[in-house]
């Protein structure tokens, strides 16, 4: 299956990560070789920028940590880029003498350039082109600057989890919160307002077009009102997978969609 | 009325026994069986509603603090369940009544109520369950609910039931034998299991995939007990199993470190992901899953979704081959049974869960 079209910062994230889980769907070269996670940096942060354009890394940040930069050089056992990135950046990292081993993932799994891997186990696995068949694992579902049909399936099913447990009031913070999950508490608070903001506009979206007949507010309470029935159930469904068709550019643009480019 | 465990002890072993001689003598039971369902809990009994669906229900105390009276009415109707909340996530409900009527008030109690659930035993949780007994029978159940009959080849089976109930267990192992042999559905939704002691039956016992046990016939009471705690605890620790894969993102230094595991469930053969995910996620009965769709290429889905029984959110990848499900953090994992046994029973007898270590059944 061809990733090419939707493959962002995130599914390059989710991939790493997926290759150390033990899976028939997904290539486990990671797990083979005994490799676990043990941390995982979804801010990548060059020059003040998070999660830069590949065009404005410089080769410096390709050798360094992106979070606590150390002063001294970084050896590291492997870089996993996407296709374009890495075709886009071989040359300079080439010429910067940088070798360590690089692996392109994409349609296919494979080391493609730098030197040879020190580990054995790792040589044999990345050596020849494995196929990938499906998406990565959703490890880390949606961050920040995700655009809002990344987010909206995880707004819609917080509503519905709602809904059957009876806590049909809410404000859009509580959300927001219950949206991203046990990662909430751990966000600065500025980040923490502007996700809010983010989802505040979105639920007014939502309110004032396919999901009118459930939403409903006073300021910011909201009551999520949805019949228990299996066929009122199916209806809500099929009313977030519309909604979430509509959601094109001019629509981000008419509520909000400026302010979702601020965050970024 | 009784009014403590001993009691309500004496009071079974009575009914069996009396049925056993019935049996012996005129070759039909004199009371009902004694039958026990064992009931899946997220709850405390005072959470239970006192009217639900077309019943209400009283609960006296006794004088054991875990063992309850239930007196469940329907219209005019009275029956008497007893109420055994000793294991808190497990319950257990027994009764001397129409099995019926215990059956209809179970399916409303298990439906209607949140938090409550009946088991869901894969076959192989069943076929577990044999190898300690005599083996005197089985059913099978499988009837293919996704797919339309234009859409099966030659060799697919769309539906068959069966029942067999035998005197030893050699005609058991052979009807199994030779249905693996020719690739017929061996989902078992009931097994018959005879317990012998020194020539004694302790007990003859029918165990249901959805946690009713009844007692076709014994003599001793707490041996029907104990088989019951013992089925309890296997489903306990593959209970355990399950939810210590829910997945979350914890703090870390300088990120998050990544917690838990998702399910990957293999199909025996290959699917339509449109078919299979329009049956799971439309909200009724027996997935009773909802979701929306997204990240939808040619053979792959993603659903980001809600089990209606409990409330708790799930996700889950949908491919032709296979499928992940990721629990998260306090979700319930009677979901990855009821999944997974339904599953075998509606669309694939052949499907196979595991985790990081392996198969979970």
Known sequence: MSTEASFDHLDVINSVLSLAFNLESYPNHLYKAGYHISRIEPQFNVNGTLNPEYQKISTRNLVEKGIDIPKEEMEFDVGIFGKENIESLKDRLAEKGIKYPQVVIDEFIQKRYGDDFKDPVLRELFSEPVKINSKPLLIIKFVEDSPFKKIAPFIFNTLMARSVSRRTTFTSRELTEESLGEIWDHLDKDLQKSLNGKIRKFLKHCKSHELKDYLSNREDAWTIEINEHWKSRKKFSDDCNHLMRNLSQKILFDFGFEEENELE | MISSRAEFHRLMEKTINTNLRSMEERGEFADYAVK?????????????????????????????????????????????????????????????????????????????????????????????????????????????????????????????????????????????????????????????????????????????????????KGTDIEEHIHFVDDIIDDYSEKMTQIEDNRMYLESSVGGFKSNGYPFEIKFSKSQSIEKVSDKLINSTSPFRLWGVIHDKYDDFLRIAGVDTHTGDKFNMDLMPDHARVYLPKEACGNVIFRLYTNIQHSLDPGVMISDEHGSIF
Do not use: A
Not at chain 2, 59 to 79: A, E, R, S
Not at chain 2, 130 to 157: A, M, R, T, W
């Open chain 2, 36 to 216: 026990t369902n064992i009931i899946e809990s997220n709850c405390s009994v005072k959470d239970i509603p006192k009217s639900f669906g077309d019943y209400s229900f009283e609960l006296k105390p006794t004088q054991d603090k875990f063992l309850y009276v239930m007196i469940i009415k329907k219209g005019t109707d009275k029956i008497i369940l007893y109420l055994d909340t000793y294991f808190k996530r497990f319950w257990k409900l027994y009764n001397i009544e129409k099995s019926l009527t215990v059956n209809n008030f179970i399916s409303q109690f298990t439906n209607n109520l949140l938090k409550v659930d009946s088991l869901w035993m894969p076959h192989q949780m069943l076929n577990d369950l044999e190898k300690d007994y005599i083996n005197v029978g089985f059913s099978i159940k499988f009837k293919q609910e996704i797919l339309e009959d234009e859409e099966l080849s030659e060799n697919d089976i769309s539906q068959l039931t069966m029942r067999l109930w035998s005197k030893g267990s050699k005609p058991t192992k052979g009807l199994i034998n030779l249905l693996e042999k020719n690739n017929y559905p061996t989902t078992k939704t009931s097994t018959r299991l005879l317990n012998k002691k020194d020539d004694e039956i302790k007990f003859l016992d029918e165990v249901f995939f959805d946690g009713k046990v009844t007692v076709s």
